[in-house]
């Protein structure tokens, strides 16, 4: 049986390029588009909301784009964490 800290440890085995989802949890969806257009650059990408909360403070979205290497995978990540309209990444 896994728990957490030994999934984290496991290194994915993927092929690159490939086609990737981010999850992103936010409370203020303003101007998401033009904010990931900013972090994501020229890509192409495809983002869809997922669920909204029963009281609709919260929205879920799916944020989907071919990533080139595992450190622009976790790289996004990162960039992704750390903006402050993110709750959340997935």
Known sequence: MYNISDISKEKLNLTYPCSWIYKLIINDNKK???????????????????????????????????VSSDSERIKLYTILSNEVYIKMVL
Do not use: A
């Not at 257009?37 to 989907?64: A, C, D, F, M």
């Open 32 to 66: 998401l588009d033009d904010k990931i257009n900013q972090i994501i650059g020229n890509k192409k990408y495809k983002l869809n909301l997922s669920k909204v909360s029963k009281k609709g403070n919260y929205k879920s979205y799916s944020l989907e784009l071919e």
